[in-house]
């Protein structure tokens, strides 16, 4: 008996499903079965496994005409000989010392089911699952669903071992048709005695790029939506049953996840839709407590009533105007003591209409350079996409706060009314936003010697106080989009760094140079710029480039003229963008590393081989180099 069997379904994955049956032969731990269900392909992928079964006698191949996953993972099961079980999707693979991490959890603490961190791979590269992200930031050995409460978003199969013993006690098995993981998974986490929660990443869940090509691109189809929604009902009955307290929380992600496929999916059917599809969404809804209804935003809310309510003509238009940008409801304050905000449309029911939760403060920069002496800037302030007429006037203030100690610096105040604007985002689009205009200006006499000689890290803030709201947050924008970022000034020997973050948030870094890049420019596809060092040092200088999200590094040639340094950075050569963009720290390595003070205002776009890149200045002032 193998300590683990390995159920591996498979359709028409000729190209993924040799690299998913490696990962699984290189796995640190050796004592396993591969059983793979071949349901029923048309490609070469069977051909694959059975090259790969001639030179692994773990492996064995099973075929099937075309019955779906769930047919195919329940044949699986049927042949699995081992103390634990795992599944693996055709076209994902896992990582060399998974399967090892999991089993050994359990040997150790007894518990049934071990669950890891998953990260998503998009051709050769990885990025974080949003949706595994913080379920799994931390370990936790014999834990619950019903106590940590953030598992109720881990309705994956194929991130978890289970006890053999346990998966058969429970008399699992899966539903044969799409979304079958979903109902399986939750099942096991409420049925479970224990469960390990590892924060490792444990699974690469692949995202495939070819049209068509999985359940989830297809998700609009009427089949698809019928599949999912069937999996949403049996897992909804299994939650109220069996864990009552969670279906508040399953209720907020399906709202959110679910329900915005069946809105989008519904409204693009308009009249077509199939009534037996709608009673499906609104058997489901029944069920729903106004507390999960008051969790999603208020444009979602009343597409998911009007689908409720079956007005299926409002729905469309609805939709229409918030993909258009045209909905915006005005907003009302209620109460004295307690003072709430509603959002107001015809269509909307008063006890849905609460937004108080979702007026959230969005300060936009739109202005910024040094004029007179003084770093002046200018922007707007906005609270979501409302109408905010009902407010009036609201004072507007903005701020200083250094990030260390707390201290501040007040840069202006002042009342203003809301006024529409046409606002851009990276993408492109313009949506028009109304918001409340606000400038500001700082004068570096009003930074004492001590805050000069601290060096820190200054946050743009604002709050805005009107009607009894008041909201505060940091000032932020699209960082491909104006303004540019102002040149440093210099004040008592301390650099006035105006910078901004990887997100967008502005600030002011209070710094010293041992060394400063005075030019930076794109030519012929190349990123290239100069400088000064104060101190060479006694070895040749490296360039390094290290990547944000994961660490991954590259190395570039520095070419030295006494203190004078020239740098050159093939774009071409620069790794592929990870996730939706990539941000590369650009570091001097001379033993110690060098963070060069970009000196120059120019935030250069060059587009190579039809990738997009912006060579900008990072949140300590170093150059930063961007792919979108």
């Known amino acids: 008996m193998p300590v683990l069997s390995v159920i591996v379904p498979f359709y028409n994955v000729e190209k993924y499903i040799g690299p998913c049956l490696d990962s699984i032969a290189a796995q640190s731990l050796k004592d396993l079965e591969v059983i793979c269900v071949d349901d029923g392909s048309d490609d070469g992928g069977p051909a694959v496994v059975r090259d790969r079964q001639a030179g692994d006698r773990r492996i064995r191949l099973i075929s099937q005409d075309n019955q779906g996953v769930g047919r195919a993972r329940n044949v699986g099961l049927r042949q699995a000989t081992g103390r634990y079980l795992a599944f693996v999707d055709g076209d994902d693979t896992v990582p060399p010392g998974a399967f090892g991490r999991l089993v050994s959890s359990l040997e150790s603490s007894g518990s049934d089911l071990a669950c890891g961190n998953v990260m998503r791979l998009y051709r050769n590269l990885l990025v974080r699952s949003w949706a ?13 669903i019903t106590r940590h409460r ?9 991130n978890k071992i289970y006890r053999r013993s346990f998966w058969e006690e429970l008399g699992l098995s899966f539903p044969e048709r799409m979304y079958e993981d979903q109902p399986v998974a939750i099942a096991a986490h409420v049925g479970a005695r224990s469960v390990d929660v590892l924060a490792k990443v444990v699974y690469h869940w692949r ?26 009902l049996e897992t909804a009955d299994l939650v109220a049953r069996r864990a009552p307290r969670l279906k508040p929380d399953f209720d907020r992600d399906t709202m959110e996840i679910d329900m915005s496929v069946a809105v989008e999916a519904v409204a693009a059917m308009g009249d077509s839709a199939d009534p037996a599809l709608i009673d499906l969404i609104v058997r489901y809804l029944d069920g729903v407590s106004r507390e999960a209804w008051q969790s999603v935003p208020f444009a979602h809310r009343l597409q998911i009533h009007l689908l409720h309510e079956r007005r299926l003509a409002e729905l469309a238009d609805v939709h229409a105007q918030v993909r258009d940008g045209r909905l915006r409801p005005r907003v009302r304050p209620a109460g004295f003591v307690r003072r709430r905000w509603y959002g107001r449309h015809p269509w909307m029911p008063g006890q849905l209409s609460e937004v108080s939760a979702e007026l959230d403060l969005s300060a936009r920069l739109v202005e910024l350079d040094w004029r007179d002496g003084r770093l002046a800037g200018a922007g707007w302030a906005g609270v979501g996409r409302f109408d905010v007429g009902a407010l009036g006037q609201a004072r507007v203030r903005v701020w200083l706060e250094e990030r260390r100690t707390g201290e501040t610096v007040q840069l202006g105040e002042q009342d203003s009314a809301p006024v529409w604007e046409h606002l851009t985002d990276e993408d492109g689009d313009t949506l028009p936003q109304h918001v409340f205009p606000f400038r500001f200006a700082l004068d570096p006499a009003a930074l004492t010697a001590a805050q000069l ?46 910078v901004r973050s990887v997100k967008g948030s502005w600030g002011l870094r209070l710094r010293t140079a041992e060394a400063i890049i005075a030019e930076c420019r794109v030519n012929g596809g190349d990123l290239v710029f100069s400088g ?97």
């Open 150 to 158: 953030l598992l109720i978003r881990d309705r994956m199969l194929w």
């Open 453 to 498: 000689a601290r060096r820190g890290l200054w946050d743009l803030r604002l709050d805005l106080k009107g009607q009894g709201l008041r909201l505060d947050g940091r000032v932020g924008g699209p960082r491909w989009l104006p303004p540019e970022i102002p040149a440093p000034r210099r004040r008592s020997g301390v650099w006035l760094v105006p």
């Open 132 to 144: 595994h992200k913080e379920a799994f930031a931390k370990p936790v050995k014999g834990t619950h």
């Open 532 to 628: 000064e060092m104060s101190d060479v040092g006694d070895g040749e200088p490296v360039l390094r480039l290290r990547r944000r999200s994961d660490g991954e590094e590259m190395y570039f040639p520095v070419a030295l003229s006494g203190r004078d340094f020239h740098a050159r950075v093939p774009l071409a050569d620069v790794d592929e963008r990870v996730g939706d963009e990539s941000c590369w720290e650009v570091v001097i390595d001379q033993g110690k590393a060098l963070r060069p003070l970009v000196r120059t205002r120019q935030r250069p776009v060059a587009t190579i081989a039809e990738r997009r890149f912006l060579v900008d200045r990072g949140e300590d002032g170093c150059l930063l180099l961007a792919e979108r």
């Open 207 to 232: 995202q495939r790029d070819e049209p068509g090509s999985s359940i989830t691109q297809r998700r609009l189809e009427p089949g698809n939506l019928r599949d999912r929604l069937l999996s949403v």
